[in-house]
């Protein structure tokens, strides 16, 4: 029987934690841990069986904590690695868990295209973003997820882009799985429940995670998590509030969008929707390599590739233009 404890690695503590400016990431590590050992538990997984990694930045440091097996690899590339990592692991059909934790600026900025690809290849990894809308680590400049307006170091007169929506990125590219909460102490039997399902479900997993970054957010700077909790409870709304009367007959990955712009024009101000946004099952590309390799081996037998694309090319020649 695995408890939360048997996974922490014991590592000195980079992330804030005194005069008044605490992580919200520290309530989320909480959940994480709390929810992968009832996993563990349940599909009688070993240590060997999980496989974390993260960017950089202060939320890549979240695998140094993790008594697993471990990568903190580089800025924006834990997606491709992790997509390589799920794709082996069906292959090998090996039993067990790929998840990655990233920031918002590791994954929606440098990982961006890393992002959607993982997303579209629907390989079976669990991706959870840490949103707390700025680059923490390198002292507060603009992030792809900072609000429009907000002056950062990088961005001293205001940002003037809108923020990128992580969880229509993360629909639109082809996840199967997308979910947004908040590491907020209220909301921590959210976290922890959308966190479990998404290491149940089979295929690419999203789940944004709002966090506090008292240090270097300037919206967050001066205020302690209760009055920052105070203000995102206020400000958001869970999507489940729309099931009754918006989405009979629609599909999963209309959900969102619908109620977001419903909320928009009939609420009458920015809401920030929560909970689980999107649900399907579909095969992931390693799913559809595995069965392909199989029928090749059945329809051609032994036929050499070379050959196959030659019987293809029905005697054309290949003409590259320049
Ligand atoms: C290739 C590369 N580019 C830039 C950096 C510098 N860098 C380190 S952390 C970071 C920003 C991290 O922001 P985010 O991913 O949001 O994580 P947070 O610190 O907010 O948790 C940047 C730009 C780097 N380490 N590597
Ligand atoms: S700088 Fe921000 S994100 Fe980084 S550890 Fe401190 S509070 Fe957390
Ligand atoms: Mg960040």
Known sequence: MIED????????????????????????????????????????????????????????????????????????????????????????????LVYVVSGDGDAIAIGRSNFENLCHSNADVTYLILNNGIYAMTSGQTAPTTGQGLKTISAPYGNLEEPWDVVSLAIGSGATFVARVSSYPKESKLLRGILYEAFEHKGTSVVEVISACPTQNPLNKGKNLLQLEKEYMGGSLDIKFFDEYLFSGISSNLRYAIAKDYAKSKLGKDVLLKGRMHKVEKKSYSQLLCEQKKNVKESYGEEKLSDRIKKLLNGKKVELLQ
């Not at 563990?40 to 950089?56: P, R």
Request: aromatic fraction near 10%; hydrophobic fraction near 35%; charge should be positive.
């Open 5 to 96: 404890k048997d996974l922490v690695r014991e590592a000195p503590e980079t992330w804030c934690a005194g005069g008044g400016k605490v992580c919200g990431y520290f309530n989320f590590r909480k959940q994480f841990l709390s929810a992968l050992s009832e996993y563990m538990n349940k599909y009688d997984l070993s240590k060997d069986d999980v496989i974390g990694i993260s960017g950089i930045g202060c939320s890549g440091r979240f695998t140094v904590w993790q008594d697993l097996v471990t990568v903190h690899t580089t800025h924006g590339n834990a997606p491709n690695l992790a997509q390589g990592v799920a794709l082996m692991r069906e292959i090998n059909k090996k039993k067990g």
